[in-house]
């Protein structure tokens, strides 16, 4: 079991940025690939990035290609997402998740893979 707690939500004006980040507790950190989901009112939960293990294998969706960067933390138990030149429509709720996984250098893209989610802080982008 891993709980995740995450930080960072907030308002920010179109074009402007914000640090996400998601703690997790436990030891076992380093087993997890960790991932980062949005849900927007009315739409289904997408994904957003995911990290592999050892942090080099990484996963964009396109829409964020070249403006949001994922990176982690293992001494820290900590995931982060960088987001730049935010745009209205990714108003939503960005969830972390967790998974297990004895594969060091693979990513998970689908939220049924993932096991362990946090709260989820609510990101508002204003025109």
């Known amino acids: 079991q891993v709980q995740l707690v995450e930080s960072g939500g907030g308002l920010v004006q179109a074009g402007g940025s914000l640090r996400l980040a998601c703690a997790a507790s436990?030891?076992?950190?380093?087993?997890?690939?960790m991932g980062w989901f949005r849900q927007a009112p009315g739409k289904e939960r997408e994904i957003v990035s995911s990290i592999s293990r050892s942090g080099t294998t990484l996963y964009y969706a396109d829409s964020v290609k070249g403006r949001f960067t994922i990176s982690r933390d293992n001494a820290r138990n900590t995931v982060y997402l960088q987001m730049n030149s935010l745009e209205p429509e990714e108003t939503a709720v960005y969830y972390c998740a967790a998974r297990a996984t004895p594969l060091y250098n693979s990513y998970y893209r689908e939220a049924s893979d993932f096991d362990f989610w946090g709260q989820g802080p609510q990101v508002t982008v204003s025109s």
């Open positions: 436990g030891r076992t950190f380093t087993t997890y690939v």
